[in-house]
């Protein structure tokens, strides 16, 4: 009589396999993992190089220094006028999400923890070999040529060892004619 | 058919192989496609820095020619309300040049002679004026063309390839022509009187064009963090 063999898989079998599996998944999920890391950081990259441009290209737009502080773009981002400077901060989350902030928290150094990214524009138009002043009309009206020079950059505040590192920073400068700014 | 079904021993095994081999070609192929895409954002971000750079240098040079033929056009107002075009000689004019505009010095019609002789002499000085800045742009080249030796018909345009300092194989040849200015002069016989007609534009972009050179590849292409022959 011939024994029938029978089909199927061993105790013993299933339970190295699974072993086997449990064990070598744990390096390939690791795979998995850093390329999400690496998906987010060019995500994050994508998006910082994106505002910036955004950020510039706005700002281009305005013909008067002065107009720049009525852009709804700088609400919610804390607003530095110097002399001949303007600074705009605006703090975002992880997930880009907008953080609300205050002058007095960034002098005070009282920030909200979560903040992640750190986007700065700064226009300038206090660079004195940047004024070409072409002509004086008369003693009271002066029509200088002027390049403001615009700045953005994106920190990012890297969780680990609490550096500020630039993730993009782009400059330009834009050239307008502006009338009756007195010139030293 | 029949050995292997004698013998069913380590089926599992190769099954785990396979899931395995499976398993880590999705992970291999998934970091390779990841890093790709940050090589991408990369990439985007250097074309906008270059952008940038090269717009800020157009930006510079744009307005280094308004000021030259914004210079000139005050010469030529000059030159006008001093009468210079009654003068046999001029400083700084060819002599050439001066008996053209005296020419075209008609008494009859003194307005319209006079538009016109501003801009002929507000063309001279522009192509004088522009030729100054060659000593700042290297690769400037500034052209003048008479048509039919007639000074009016000059077609004078400030030609300059700039070069970005982030990506040497990125050039932007920026091309600008001076226009003809507008300017309703009266003399009364004692006094002339010059206003601008109308809003005018001083310059023209005739060409703005952003290339890459092509890149020659040397032997191996760099991959991910290796390099690959």
Known sequence: ?184 | MKIMRENEKGATSVLIIFMMIVLVSLGAFSITAANVNYKFSKEVMKHNKVYYDLEQKANIFIMDVDNEIEKSEDQAVDYIKEKKYEQEQVSGIPNAIQILIREKYDINNKNNSLSEILNEVYLYYSTQNLLELKEKYQDSNIVTSLEENDITKEKITAEVILKSEIDVNVNLKLKMRVMPISYDITDDGHRINGEKSEEFSRYKIEEYNEWKLPVEYENGIELWEGLVK
């Open chain 1, 1 to 184: 009589m011939i024994k029938k063999k029978k089909k199927g898989f061993s105790l013993a079998e299933v339970i190295i396999s699974i072993a086997t599996l449990a064990f070598v998944s744990g390096f390939i999920l690791q795979m998995f993992i850093v390329s999400e890391k690496v998906n987010k950081k060019a995500l994050d990259l994508d998006v910082a190089t994106s505002m910036a441009t955004n950020s510039i290209e706005l700002f281009m737009q305005e013909d008067d220094f002065e107009d720049y502080v009525a852009l709804d773009f700088l609400q919610k981002g804390i607003v530095q006028i110097q002399k001949d400077k303007l600074i705009v901060t605006k703090f975002y989350d992880k997930n880009w999400g907008m953080i609300e902030s205050t002058l007095e928290q960034l002098t005070e150094n009282k920030l909200p923890e979560n903040i992640k990214f750190v986007l700065n524009i700064t226009i300038d138009k206090s660079k004195e070999n940047l004024y070409y002043v072409s002509k004086t009309n008369n003693e009271n009206h002066i029509e200088p040529n002027i390049l403001f020079n615009i700045n953005a950059n994106i920190l990012n505040i890297l969780e680990e060892d609490i550096v500020k590192a630039d993730l993009v920073d782009f400059t330009t400068v834009k050239y307008c004619k502006a009338k009756g700014i007195p010139i030293k």
